[in-house]
């Protein structure tokens, strides 16, 4: 059962989450041959204020 993990910046829609979720799962039932009920996509949701590229604050 593959778990595909998406670690980003809180801020996104329910609707966009169900997007993305929906195009992972899609291509990897194409690429694997898994039934779609097997993928297990999993978004963390990390405040900005917790991110940095570089020495800058996202948040």
């Known amino acids: 059962m593959p778990i595909v993990t998406i670690d980003w910046a809180a801020g996104r829609s329910q609707e966009t ?9 899609d291509v990897m039932t194409e690429h694997t041959g898994l039934d779609k009920e097997a993928m297990i ?11 940095f590229i570089g020495r800058k604050c996202l948040g």
């Open 17 to 25: 989450k169900t997007k993305i979720a929906e195009a992972i799962t």
């Open 41 to 51: 996509v999993v978004f963390n949701d990390t405040p900005r204020e917790h991110w």
